[in-house]
């Protein structure tokens, strides 16, 4: 008879450090192999004589040790797994902290409603004035030959006499009319006219010139009665400083002479023979340094030349009325500078 042992007594210990092995042949024996543990599970032994009857307990007995073989492997396992979550191997990574952010709530202050009343606006009505207005900012004049084309009288110009007050556009220009005269399609044109009695008087513009250079415009007449249409270039924006003056003298505008006069005495020292003037009467005056000549074109008339040496030469253009009644308009045009 084979000793029975008790299983109670033989259950092996495993130990979740103890590595596990099962092997064997089930209709024989299962060996168990463990770290120094072993199980054995006997079905039979094998001097036993073969043609006796199968021990239907034993095998009862042997499937029963199976099971309780597996359920001790079963609870190794699990003592294993327990203990290495334990030790965190199977633990999630730890979850990085993100900066909190802080949201906050900015409260704008509340205005307080008052019943401090609103002022009433009054007027108070400026006092008219003829007194130009100055402006703070001074724009640069117009240059000469290119004002009368911009419909502009440039604040080159300066009025005669000059006690006449101009007010400034801000552009560069005078505001028109400057002294009777007004800029318009590339023309200078002027148009006066004084009723009873009255003494001469001159009125026009001046306007600086460079050290040289020949200046060349033309004047068409429409009415010369009892005025005297004036040109001349001066030492100063005077007509009584020393210069050279051309004046066409009053009378019928569809023919008339062109004479060199005397600013002071106004006396005539030479001219030209009845002209027709056409499309207009052609001027032109060369100057330099040194002096200053008029000419009367296409070379009709020229003056000899009149010493005039002065740091700086004035252009003038302009008319005398004579005494009493007189009525003058026309135009200057074609005005051209050239060095």
Known sequence: MTKKSDNRKDKPVVSSDDDIEISGDVNDSVVIHGDGNVIHIVEADDDEPSGKEP??????????????????????????????????????????????????????????????????????????????????????????????????????????????????????????????????????????????????????????????????LTIRLSDLNNADLWMGVFAEPDVTSKGLLLAIPNGDVKRRTVLHKDPVTYETIQGTVSLNQGNGYSISFVFTDLYVRGRVNPNVYMTNQFPLQTDTKWLFLGYKGLNGSYRIEGTFLNFTLTP
């Open 55 to 216: 021990d239907v307990d034993g095998k009862k007995k042997s499937n029963t040790a199976i099971i309780v073989a597996l359920i001790g492997l079963l609870g190794t396992i699990i003592t294993v797994v327990t203990s290495l979550a334990e030790n965190g191997v199977f633990a999630p990574p730890t979850p990085t902290s993100l900066p909190a952010i802080v949201f906050t709530e900015t409260h704008l202050p509340t205005s307080t409603p008052t019943d401090t009343p609103t002022p009433e606006w009054t007027e108070t009505p400026i006092p008219a004035t003829e007194t130009p207005i100055p402006l703070t900012a001074t724009a640069v004049p117009v240059a000469l030959g290119e004002d009368w084309v911009a419909g502009c009288v440039s604040k080159l110009w300066v009025p005669y006499p000059s006690t006449v007050t101009l007010t400034d556009r801000g552009n560069g220009c005078w505001r028109e009319p400057v002294n009777n005269f007004s800029a318009e399609n590339g023309d200078l044109d002027f148009l006066y006219e004084r009723n009873g009695r009255g003494s001469p008087e001159i009125f026009g513009l001046f306007a600086p010139l460079p050290d040289s250079g020949t200046l060349t």
